[in-house]
């Protein structure tokens, strides 16, 4: 990212596609919700091998972009300012594809009337300002990649972003994650093509989960192992890579721990440091991955 301000062409242009992704994110939010929120079956209408396919691009293209050596080959041609934006902008599309083409299946594994549909819908409208309020806590402005552009507008260095558990990041390692899947399971009807959502969504969480949780053990090193032996990944896990582990020797001794402070799709790209860290580390400084 230069130090300088950009000239007056390249500020208009960086300042038109900003705001082309950020409405374009708000609009597939919107879309979102009316497909996450459930439709009736439809007989005849399921084609259930094109529906994984669409569950499955989304899921491949959005954990391959937040992968190191990948965004290092994009950042050949993307400033590494605009890369947040860039991956908002795929994650959009892929997104805005699966809607697009989705079927919906023509019979049900349920479906809720009454008192159980009314709480089925609350808990699905109660689990988005969740999944806010856990992005917030990592910077919500990294997740669309509108803080690393307004640094490169102002022309200066985005800050090294710390790794400090707050809030729900003291309770399990994933809350952005598991907001996420109630998004996908909480629905009072659970047609055919909705389990295969729920099903490939499910497995892409997890295994998410588990890669975000390498990229950290390969940035922060001992302090991320301190942190995982005291928090779960998710609640009730009790075995398993996403399971609380057992903390290394190092953090047990007090011996220096080896961390980068800078991750996540919108971080400037740096190479991990080696010194003490002397607060704990926030556990999730990426994107829903």
């Not at 990041?169 to 994933?174: G, M």
């Not at 896990?237 to 020797?249: I, K, T």
Request: aromatic share 14%.
């Amino acid at each position: 990212m230069d130090d300088a301000r950009p000239g007056t062409i390249k500020l208009l242009a960086g300042v038109s596609v900003a705001l082309a992704v950020h409405l374009w994110c708000a609009v597939t939010v919107v879309q979102l919700f009316c497909f996450l929120r459930g439709c009736a079956p439809r007989p005849g209408r399921a084609w259930l091998l094109g529906d994984a396919l669409l569950a499955l691009q989304f899921s491949v293209v959005h954990s391959a972009l937040l992968w190191p050596g990948v965004r290092r080959w994009l950042e050949r041609w993307i400033a590494p300012a605009f890369y947040g934006l860039f991956f908002c902008t795929a994650t959009c599309v892929t997104l805005l594809l699966t809607i697009r083409f989705w079927q919906v299946g023509d019979w049900a594994l349920w479906r809720l009337e009454g008192w159980p549909r009314t709480g089925m819908q609350f808990a699905f409208l109660a689990t988005w300002p969740a999944l806010v309020y856990s992005l917030s806590l990592t910077g919500l402005g990294y997740q669309t990649g509108w803080t690393p552009w307004r640094f490169w507008v102002q022309g200066r260095q985005p800050p090294r972003r710390e790794f400090r558990p707050r809030g729900a990041y003291l309770i399990l390692r994933h809350p952005a994650y598991l907001s996420f899947a109630g998004l996908v399971w909480l629905t009072p009807d659970m047609t055919i093509d909705r389990a295969v959502l729920t099903a490939i969504w499910t497995v892409y969480i997890l295994l998410g989960s588990w890669l975000k949780e390498l990229r950290l053990l390969h940035f922060l090193g001992d302090r991320y192992r301190e942190y995982q032996s005291r928090v779960p990944g998710y609640p009730g896990m009790s075995f398993g890579p996403l399971a609380r582990r057992r903390a290394a020797a190092s953090v047990v001794t007090g011996a220096p721990a080896t961390g980068a402070l800078a991750i996540g799709p919108s971080a400037p790209r740096l190479r991990p440091t080696y010194s003490t860290l002397t607060s704990a580390v926030h556990p999730s400084s990426e994107a829903v991955a």
